[in-house]
Nanobody, 115 residues
Framework: QVQLVESGGGLVQAGGSLRLSCAASGIMVSLNAMGWYRQAPGKQREWVAKITSVSSTLYADSVKGRFAISRDNAKNTVYLQMNSLKPEDTAVYYC?????????WGRGTLVTVSS
């Protein structure tokens, strides 16, 4: 059974940093492409970043240069380092993996950036 558990969200001032974690079980993060998404209040969920099984990384234009996705294979965990945070980064952040045609999501962690 695949489970993803996000943590690390919180309240931070604009310009600050947070690191989100996505702890996985039932899959190996080293063998799967893992993604971070976010959903702001009243908006649709949007893709933020992705790390592939060969460690290629991709970012949405809105976070490029500020966010960094990485993974720790020993801890089976994916991270999202978020720097230079802006109020528009306020959202619930979700981790996702696709496996055998199914999508698995965590329950999300709330990030609030105050101006």
């Amino acid at each position: 059974q695949v489970q993803l558990v996000e943590s690390g969200g919180g309240l931070v001032q604009a310009g600050g940093s947070l690191r989100l974690s996505c702890a996985a079980s039932g899959i190996m993060v080293s063998l799967n492409a893992m993604g971070w998404y976010r959903q702001a209040p009243g908006k649709q969920r949007e893709w933020v970043a992705k790390i592939t099984s060969v460690s290629s990384t991709l970012y949405a234009d809105s976070v490029k240069g500020r966010f960094a996705i990485s993974r720790d294979n020993a801890k089976n965990t994916v991270y999202l380092q978020m720097n230079s945070l802006k109020p528009e980064d306020t959202a619930v952040y979700y981790c996702k993996v696709s496996r055998n045609g199914k999508e698995y999501w965590g329950r999300g962690t709330l990030v609030t950036v105050s101006s």
